[in-house]
């Protein structure tokens, strides 16, 4: 299984970005998707995940600029970024877990990373 990344680049302060990332191989299922990001010299951090059955975990930081969506039949997440702040930037992950493959084991997986960088 593999996560692939892409969206990420350069924007201005206030503009808006899209990332997406899909998830290809031997799935049966995945439980949640998600986006992590790392700011340099800062810890990974979660920005947000859904579930399968549509239940969001968002970052307050996210709340009403970065929103999170789904594709289940697609085994695909976006993140769509708006009023984008200096302190956005960061290189962002997408993560899947509980990843039901054909061996009946459940694993976790992220995708490579697509940084975000936010000029002021």
């Known amino acids: 299984v593999q996560l692939q990344a892409s969206g990420g680049g350069l924007v201005q302060a206030g503009g808006s970005l899209s990332l997406s990332c899909t998830a290809s191989?031997?799935?049966?299922?995945?439980?949640?998707m998600g986006w992590y990001r790392q700011a340099p010299g800062k810890q990974r951090e979660l920005v947000a995940s859904?579930?399968?059955?549509?239940?969001?975990t968002s970052a307050d930081y996210a709340k009403g600029r970065l929103t999170i969506s789904r594709d289940n039949a697609k085994n695909a997440v976006y993140l769509q970024m708006s009023k984008l702040k200096p302190e956005d930037t960061a290189v962002y992950y997408c993560?899947?877990?509980?990843?039901?493959?054909?061996?009946?084991?459940?694993?976790?997986?992220w995708g490579q990373g697509t940084l975000v960088t936010v000029s002021s």
């Open positions: 993560n899947a877990e509980s990843v039901w493959e054909p061996d009946s084991m459940f694993r976790e997986y």
């Open positions: 191989g031997k799935i049966f299922s995945i439980g949640v």
């Open positions: 859904v579930a399968t059955g549509g239940i969001i």
